[in-house]
Antibody
């Protein structure tokens, strides 16, 4: 069974840092891009960023609201991805989800798309003094 | 950045009703659009990708259509378990983005 499990969330003061993890199992982690998405309480989904595979030089891309403050990394030997969050602000309080991007075939278009097909349950980060 | 506008933001419908949710992109995203369902306290679940391809295991009452800037998610016969919030997401251009969501309530 494919699983993603986030951990490491908690309470942190404004200006502080936190590193959360996404441990995966049931698939070839090294062959998949991994995304992070967050959701503030009662709000919608916000895409944070993604990390590609070794074949794609572990390239990362970030959303504007976290660029320069958040860093995504991965350890393929441990099937784990990480989200390092620095200079945290109260508006970063949210549930943080990791999600796998898989090649899924479209017969209509005759090629693969890469939607977020499996998600973890999320870990809660609260930024407050 | 590409903005996605969903409508309506809320809808209340009866079992067996036909439900339609729309998603409009601020610029063309070709067919790089996905739909997700999220229930309270749970992670989102992929329903449709490539604008119209049903993810494995998703009931056939769900369907998607559209290309470019205008997309639709249709539930042909609403079931009690279909309550929740539905989000569209564009995967054409980074940064990726989600629509604001449509909350579906069963009357």
């Amino acid at each position: 069974e494919v699983q993603l499990v986030e951990s490491g969330g908690g309470l942190v003061q404004p200006g502080g840092s936190l590193k959360i993890s996404c441990v995966t199992s049931g698939f070839i982690f090294s062959g998949s891009a991994l995304h992070w998405v967050r959701q503030a309480s009662g709000r919608g989904l916000e895409w944070i960023g993604r990390i590609r595979t070794k074949n794609n030089n572990y390239a990362t891309t970030y959303g504007e609201s976290v660029k320069g403050r958040f860093t995504i990394s991965r350890d393929d030997s441990k099937n784990t991805a990480f989200l390092q969050m620095d200079s945290l602000q109260t508006e970063d309080s949210a549930v943080y989800f990791c999600a796998r991007a898989s090649p899924l075939y479209s017969s209509r278009d005759s090629f693969n798309y890469f939607p977020l097909d499996v998600w973890g349950r999320g870990t809660t980060v609260t930024v407050s003094s | 950045d590409i903005q996605l506008t969903q409508s309506p933001s809320f809808l209340s419908a009866s079992v067996r009703d036909r439900v339609t949710i729309t998603c409009r992109a601020s610029q063309g995203v070709a067919g790089y659009l996905a739909w997700y369902q999220q229930k309270p306290g749970k992670a989102p679940k992929l329903l449709i990708y490539g604008a119209s391809t049903l993810q494995s295991g998703v009931p056939s009452r769900f369907s998607g259509s559209g290309s470019g800037t205008d997309f639709t998610l249709t539930i042909t016969s609403l079931q009690p378990e279909d309550f929740g919030t539905y989000y569209c997401q564009q995967l054409d251009t980074y940064p990726l983005s989600f629509g604001g969501g449509t909350k579906v309530e069963i009357k």
